[in-house]
């Protein structure tokens, strides 16, 4: 079973910036997208970020201008770069790859990002 590996979460001031990584365990194959997703204490899970086969990326409104997905193929790593950081990016962030015509779904565990004010 393939699992996936998050890293790079931790404590930052406002303004700051992160990089998180998400690293299979193996190399995958037949990828559809490469995703970050996140959730707040007493919210929602949010997709934060979502990167296709192709390289086409899309971000929340709530992060487009702060944030980078992007990916290595070769190694099946997905990154979030994240910069100008706010209070309210506060939350665990997830990775999710999604691969074949099934849709096969695999998570990571999360790690958590916090913003101080």
């Known amino acids: 079973q393939v699992q996936l590996v998050e890293s790079g979460g931790g404590l930052v001031q406002a303004g700051g910036s992160l990089r998180l990584s998400c690293a299979a365990s193996?190399?995958?194959?037949?990828?559809?997208?490469m995703d970050w997703y996140r959730q707040a204490p007493g919210k929602q899970r949010e997709l934060v970020a979502t990167?296709?086969?192709?390289?086409?990326?899309v971000y929340a409104d709530s992060v487009r201008g702060r944030f980078t997905i992007s990916k290595d193929n070769a190694k099946t790593t997905v990154y979030l770069q994240m910069n100008y950081l706010k209070p309210e990016d506060t939350a665990v962030y997830s990775c999710?790859?999604?691969?074949?015509?099934?849709?096969?779904?695999?998570w990571g565990q999360g790690t958590q990002v916090t913003v101080s004010s």
């Open positions: 193996e190399i995958m194959y037949r990828i559809n997208v």
């Open positions: 990167i296709t086969r192709y390289g086409n990326t």
């Open positions: 999710h790859i999604s691969t074949g015509l099934e849709a096969h779904n695999y």
